[in-house]
């Protein structure tokens, strides 16, 4: 077949970076606190999850994690279904490409800056290396030169407690950056930051997701949804009540959405 | 109108009395010709111990140098058991078919008194001070296990489960986040403990073990008070200084305590 003729097929969608059909997750059986979400996120777009406290936003980050089982329903990473147990090892490798950022940021706190953004690494690193903080120097300079990009290269040898939140911030997006992700999954992680700092983390985020990273994030900052997310979803007692374009949706959309 | 019901703490008081006056009858502390004895023979005890006999300081000293080390790789010994049982009953790290067996061992290592582990080890090293390190590193294993995996489970379920999610294995999960995070956790028990150990050693001798104890026991049973006010005023000492030293370390190292 010509090249002329190839070129009259469209090339087919990339697979979306997660999807979800019907998913459902319940800590008690009968009492599921997310219900049937039908979800897409396309590689390299930010799609802001938006809803009241309590409404599942987090635990279906951790459902899309691998941290709290899929009770029901399909989820796929990548075209890949990753639910079910025979295909354990496929999952955890596909796992690993999805980087977790948590509310709290999950940082240890007593280590330093650059063994924080190390531990991003351990699962390509073997376990005697990495007992022994032997991690091989392509990684260090990796590690570094990711620091570098985020602005904080200086404090590589500090202590994470004594850095501010925007510091820990940018250390908590390298150990995600180091681990290679092809989605990463935000919960609320700028929710204790300054209005200033929160956009310059967005703005870094934005950055990230240009070079074909997808961003999952949760958040309650309305107004900074439009500005820097693709797409919006909205979650109400673990329900799917909206999904639309991000630029569209206001304070006025999710007064809507409350039923205000 | 008010009920005249009593209230229902007079009640509990008064059985908790009444329980206790029942009991000290059994155990022949209503006996007034009893009481009267006793009193007569401590005030003739604290009579004799004074003044404390100088004499036989050069023979405890030795004998206190003795109880130190038995109580100081007691404790090494227990804690390099102690520390991976720990770990193993960790259930954020394993499972509970791994815990149980684990938490059951060390419950009943911990079941024992270090005195009647002292005297497992007489019979099975024979007399001397290696059966009272021996049995203070047993009781160690014991109790020290429980507390430091208690340690482990008050890690930052957030910070282990980020750790966790990129993709790491238990050990690295370990070295990368418990350890680090329960540092300060795992310090201030090792100090609790080795106090606790020191003053245990003191009367490891009683049973043939050891130590200072061993005189301690021949000063009382010879009726050599004066000799034995000399060795309690040193065991005293001995404690109040590492109590300090202890003290001094934790400030040292650990972080002060949150203000109110």
């Not at chain 1, 295909?87 to 007593?110: D, M, Y």
Request: some cysteine.
């Amino acid at each position: 077949m010509s090249q002329a003729a190839l070129s009259a097929f469209p090339e087919p969608a990339p697979a979306p970076a997660v999807e979800t059909v019907g998913l459902s997750c319940w800590y008690v059986p009968g009492r599921p606190v997310l219900r049937d979400i039908d979800l897409a996120v396309a590689p390299g777009s930010i799609c802001m999850i938006l809803g009241p406290s309590g409404s599942g936003k987090s635990t279906l980050l951790k459902v899309i994690k691998g941290l709290l089982p899929l009770n029901a329903g399909t989820l796929s990473l990548f075209g890949q279904p990753v639910a079910g147990r025979t295909h354990a090892r496929s999952r955890r490798a596909l796992e690993r490409s999805v980087a977790w950022i948590p509310q709290h940021l999950g940082l240890v706190r007593s280590l330093t800056v650059l063994d924080n953004v190390l531990s991003g690494t351990l699962a390509r690193v073997g376990t005697l290396a990495s007992l022994v903080g032997a991690f091989p120097h392509t990684l260090r300079d990796e590690a570094l030169a990711t620091l570098d990009s985020l602005g904080i290269r200086a404090k590589a040898d500090e202590k994470v407690f004594s850095l501010s939140g925007g510091e820990r911030q940018r250390v908590a997006i390298a150990r995600a950056l180091m681990q290679h992700p092809t989605l990463v999954l935000a919960d609320e992680f700028v929710s204790q930051l300054d209005p200033l700092t929160t956009r310059e983390m967005l703005d870094i985020v934005q950055g990230i997701a240009r070079t074909g990273v997808a961003f999952l994030i949760t958040s309650h900052e309305v107004e900074l949804v439009a500005e820097y997310g693709d797409r919006v979803v909205f979650i109400r007692d673990g329900r799917k009540i909206h999904e639309g374009a991000a630029n569209a949706f206001t304070f006025a959309s999710v007064m809507t959405l409350m039923g205000r | 109108m008010r009920s005249r019901r009593p209230p229902v703490f007079l009640i509990t008081a008064g059985v908790a009395a009444g329980l206790a006056l029942a009991m000290m009858g059994n155990l022949g502390l209503l006996d007034a010709a009893q009481l009267r004895r006793g009193v007569l023979n401590t005030t003739e005890f604290v009579r004799g111990l004074f003044p404390p006999n100088p004499q036989p300081l050069p023979t405890l000293l030795g004998a206190t140098l003795e109880t130190l080390q038995i109580a100081y790789v007691g404790t090494v010994l227990g804690v390099a058991g102690a520390l991976p049982l720990a770990l193993l009953a960790t259930r954020t790290v394993f499972g509970p078919g791994v815990t149980g067996p684990v938490r059951l061992l060390l419950a009943g290592v911990r079941t024992v008194p270090a005195l009647l582990w002292a005297v497992v080890f007489v019979v099975a090293f024979g007399l001397g001070p290696a059966a009272g390190a021996m049995g203070i590193a047993a009781y160690t294993l014991g109790y020290l296990g429980k507390l430091l995996y208690e340690v482990f489970e008050g890690v930052d379920g957030e910070v282990v489960d980020a750790v966790r999610s990129v993709g790491c294995n238990r050990a690295q999960l370990t070295r990368f986040a418990l350890l680090p995070e329960a540092a300060n956790g795992i310090l201030s028990q090792l100090l609790f403990v080795f106090e606790y150990n020191v003053r245990a050693s003191s009367i490891m001798g009683f049973v043939g073990a050891g130590g200072i104890g061993f005189h301690l026991l021949g000063y009382l049973q010879l009726l050599q008070y004066r000799n034995l006010f000399t060795a309690l005023l040193l065991t005293l000492g001995v404690v109040i200084a590492i109590d300090y030293l202890s003290g001094r370390v934790r400030r040292m190292v650990l972080p002060p305590a949150p203000a109110a």
